[in-house]
């Protein structure tokens, strides 16, 4: 009877084919997967969070155990801004949020009517997609190219869909070590974008959970910053950064920066759904800026990542066909492969399972519709640098027999 009852956004929604696919292979001894989208836990900083959490609890637990404001420990949002060098920026620009699944929620909640358009870059993170389905949104992808959006594809859909009456609420991207591609936008690319977007009056979400994890080459700054430093536009970009690829997901606190009445209203809806976000592990967070841990503490975590992104490149190098393609990242925890046209990776999929090693094939990424099958992601976060070569020597293998 329940069922009935539900809306038919709730009907029709759905769950996550990459958590089916990762659980569907769960029983399998001995498998090397490059299929999760997990940091390793070896990088959780246990100790200093075991510290600051019982220190948070015990001598400030009278406030912090109590409910907090809606827009977040202004302390912690004080910090940020500092840690991220905003000094013009005040903290009725910035939101606290469990994470950046939920910053994404709000941004949507202030912005969709049914029907509006969402443009996305495809392939992209599938929990965004389904999320923006979920919504009522009309997604509408965006090939990608080495240096991120195809800004002519941009401009031709922009236009069309315009020319068709349809409401563009925003453009989606993830800018650096994108997921599941593993592509940086350069620099060049993200002046463009936002010269376009600025043209256009089609606001920008910019996704940014991986920066921090760059191994090798020059950071680049975020849209956000481009927008605010050379534009002096705080509008145009919305930016959600997370401490799950950081600290930990299970802390579940992002943050989102923007203008100021999109933050106000995107406050409302946190009020509605959650209240406030967990206020011990803000002031955990607020903490562990204050007291220098950040630093040195992505320094490690970049120097733990670095080796396994170097083994993936060199057994992709080592062990794919010439014909494979591949994005070669300096950062994240992902690469994306380029099959042959004819060569499905859903159907590579299941022969790798057969011979224990799993991946997530492309299709998994694209909005419904618009999928490609010649593709695919491999997360080099998660198995070991034995298991990468082993792996990879397998998947080599299977693809040079995918024809026989
Ligand atoms: C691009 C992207 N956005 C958002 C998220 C979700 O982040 P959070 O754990 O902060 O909700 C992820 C997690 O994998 C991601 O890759």
């Known amino acids: 009877m329940i069922y009935e009852k539900m809306s038919q956004a709730t009907k029709t929604m759905k769950s996550s084919m990459i958590r089916e696919l990762v659980a569907s292979t769960k029983n399998i001894e001995g498998l090397i997967s490059f299929a999760g989208g997990f940091p390793s836990p070896k ?24 409910y907090g404001g809606s827009q977040g420990d ?58 923006f389905e979920a919504m009522g949104a009309e997604l509408h992808a965006i090939p990608l190219d080495q240096e991120g959006l195809d800004m002519d594809a941009l401009g031709t859909k922009v236009e069309k869909l315009k020319k068709a009456g349809k409401r563009i609420k925003f453009i989606y991207t993830i800018p650096d070590f994108h997921n599941p591609t593993g592509v940086t936008m350069s620099l ?64 579940r606190l992002g943050y989102v920066k923007g203008s100021k009445v999109l933050i106000e209203r995107m406050c409302s809806w946190q009020q509605k759904v959650n209240i406030a976000p967990d206020n011990v592990s803000q002031r955990v967070a607020a903490r562990f800026l204050i007291e220098g841990h950040m630093q040195p503490h992505l320094e490690s975590i970049r120097s733990f990542y670095q080796p396994y992104l170097e083994k993936m490149l060199k057994c992709m190098a080592d062990y794919l066909p010439s014909y494979i393609q591949y994005s070669k990242p300096e950062g994240g925890i992902f690469t ?42 491999l997360n080099f976060s998660y198995s070991s640098l034995e298991q990468i070569d082993q792996g990879m020597q397998s998947l080599g293998k299977l693809m040079e027999d995918f024809y026989t």
């Open 336 to 377: 994306w492969l380029w099959l042959p046209e004819d060569m499905s990776a859903d159907l590579l999929f299941e022969q790798a399972k057969a011979h224990k090693v799993t991946f997530i094939p492309g299709s998994k990424f694209y909005p419904v519709g618009q999928e490609k099958f010649n593709c695919l992601r």
């Open 74 to 131: 202004s302390l912690l949002a004080t910090e940020l801004l500092k840690w991220e060098g905003y000094d013009d920026l005040s903290t009725d620009q910035i939101l606290i949020t469990a994470g950046a699944t939920n910053a994404i929620f709000y941004m949507c909640a202030a912005l969709l009517e049914p029907g509006d358009v969402i443009l996305c870059e495809a392939p992209s993170f599938l929990g965004s997609l389904v999320g």
């Open 188 to 251: 060049q690319r993200r002046k463009k974008l936002i010269e376009f977007a600025l043209a256009m009056e089609i606001p920008i979400l910019e996704d940014n959970p991986y920066a921090q994890l760059r191994y090798s080459g020059e950071s680049l700054p975020s849209l956000f910053r481009v927008a605010h430093d050379e534009y002096s536009n705080t509008e145009i970009v919305t930016e959600v950064v997370t401490f799950s690829k950081i600290l930990g997901p299970g802390m």
């Open 43 to 66: 990088t959780f900083p246990r100790e200093i969070l075991s510290k600051l959490y019982h220190d948070v609890v015990l001598n400030e637990g009278e406030t912090i155990l109590q």
